[in-house]
């Protein structure tokens, strides 16, 4: 009986205890929102309508209002870093660094943003440091990321190639390209200093990774070449067209200096021109139409080319036409052909480029890593105009 009784007491009180209790959460929370600096609501939504630098003025203002904002921190540095203002990002990311009330997530985070203000600001040992700081953490497969395309920047081959092997296989491949390529460039390096064994070792490395890797067979042609084995580099060279034959057209000159030392052009002419039958390239045309007209002529080249051009119609092979037609033509008749061949050729400059397949980037060299994506083997060696006929 006692206990219930005690009941009948205590529920009232309960209830003005619960209210008691929401009323304070409720000021709690008006007393939180009021806290939050209207410069910060401002400066979101500068960020959503992408005005930042209004939204970079009203973060600013907010973080003096109230410096302990550690989000606040986080969004105005990213976005220094963003608009390119680094050295603005690294102080603000360095702060919080140094802050001794982050969480251990937070100053992780922290630590990944500095990493990347430093590797945009080109301070790479410095990004460097950063990300090896952060291998073993949580953060460890992003930090391998960062710190692979730091090697890569730095041209430090070995160091990339350690990373690389550690990393998870993506889209089936274990980087079998990549790691392919990294020791493709140790060879060139080595070449360069007539290390010829080391280049050796380095492209048999290449091998072994990708099989397929048709720049090691280039290269390898190169080591022989630099060592008088003119033989040898044209076999190394030759064996291109089983693996990829659009590569044959980085390989032309290369195949036509060596049959010059060895005094054998005219087999060099007779090779390139079976591969321009079985594999068609502008770049193959373009090599074997300088050897024609050396050694046979303009006649001989203006024929090669116009046979060139009945099989493939390209406004790249009309120009190297019309440069042929100009060297065989009447006196009379050449100054309209140099018009007409002026006309095509600002257009053919145009097509005349390498594009990468991955981002689209176009350039007039050919490169085995794209300079504005960073993927490896992402040129295909044709014109893009070729490309555009025959895809
Ligand atoms: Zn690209």
Same mark, same amino acid.
């Given at each position: ?19 008691l ?22 400066? #979101?939504?500068?960020l959503?309508? /992408?005005?930042? @630098?209004?939204? *970079?003025? !009203?973060? &600013?203002? %907010?973080? =003096? ?5 550690i989000?606040?921190h ?29 969480s ?25 440091a ?18 692979l ?33 990294f ?7 080595? #070449?360069?200093?007539?290390?010829? /064994?080391?280049? @050796?070792?380095h *492209?048999? !490395?290449? &091998?072994? %990774?990708? =099989? ?13 070449a ?10 190394a ?44 390239s502008l ?25 060139e ?26 100054g ?14 145009k097509? !005349? ?39």
């Amino acid at each position: 009986m006692e206990i219930e009784f005690w009941w009948l007491l205590a529920l009232p009180l309960f209830f003005v205890m619960g209210w008691l209790a929401a009323r304070i959460d409720i000021r709690q929370i008006v007393h939180e929102s009021r806290a939050l600096p209207r410069s910060y609501l401002s400066g #979101l939504n500068f960020l959503l309508n /992408e005005q930042s @630098d209004k939204a *970079i003025d !009203a973060f &600013i203002e %907010a973080v =003096r209002i109230d410096p302990q904002t550690i989000e606040l921190h986080f969004a105005l540095g990213s976005l220094f870093r963003r608009r390119g203002e680094t050295d603005r990002a690294i102080r603000i990311h360095q702060l919080l660094v140094d802050r001794e009330d982050l969480s251990e997530e937070q100053r992780l985070q922290a630590l990944e943003e500095l990493g990347q203000d430093f590797l945009k600001a080109g301070l790479l040992d410095r990004a460097e440091a950063v990300f090896l700081r952060l291998r073993g953490t949580r953060a460890d497969d992003r930090a391998a990321r960062y710190l692979l395309e730091i090697y890569q920047q730095e041209k430090d081959w070995v160091k990339a190639v350690d990373i690389i092997r550690e990393l998870p296989a993506h889209e089936d491949s274990h980087w079998q390209r990549e790691i392919a390529n990294f020791y493709c460039e140790l060879a060139v390096q080595a #070449l360069a200093d007539s290390r010829f /064994e080391d280049a @050796d070792a380095h *492209i048999a !490395a290449a &091998i072994a %990774a990708n =099989r397929a890797c048709v720049r090691a067979s280039l290269i390898l042609g190169d080591i022989f070449a630099a060592q008088g084995k003119d033989e040898e580099a044209l076999e190394a060279w030759k064996r291109i067209e089983n693996q990829a034959p659009a590569y044959l057209a980085l390989a032309a000159q290369r195949v036509m200096d060596a049959y010059r030392r060895l005094e054998r052009v005219d087999q060099g002419q007779t090779l390139l021109r079976s591969w321009l039958e079985r594999h068609p390239s502008l770049d193959l045309l373009d090599e074997l139409f300088h050897w024609e007209i050396d050694q046979d002529g303009a006649q001989a080249a203006y024929e090669l080319v116009r046979e060139e051009l009945r099989r493939n119609p390209t406004l790249l092979g009309l120009d190297k036409l019309l440069e042929a037609a100009l060297l065989t033509a009447p006196v009379e008749h050449r100054g309209d052909i140099d018009l007409v061949k002026q006309l095509i050729h600002s257009h053919t400059r145009k097509v !005349a480029r390498y594009r990468c397949d991955t981002c689209g980037f176009k350039a007039r060299q050919f490169y085995w890593r794209c300079p504005a994506c960073g993927g490896w083997e992402t040129y295909p060696p044709r014109r893009t105009e070729e490309f555009d006929l025959t895809p």
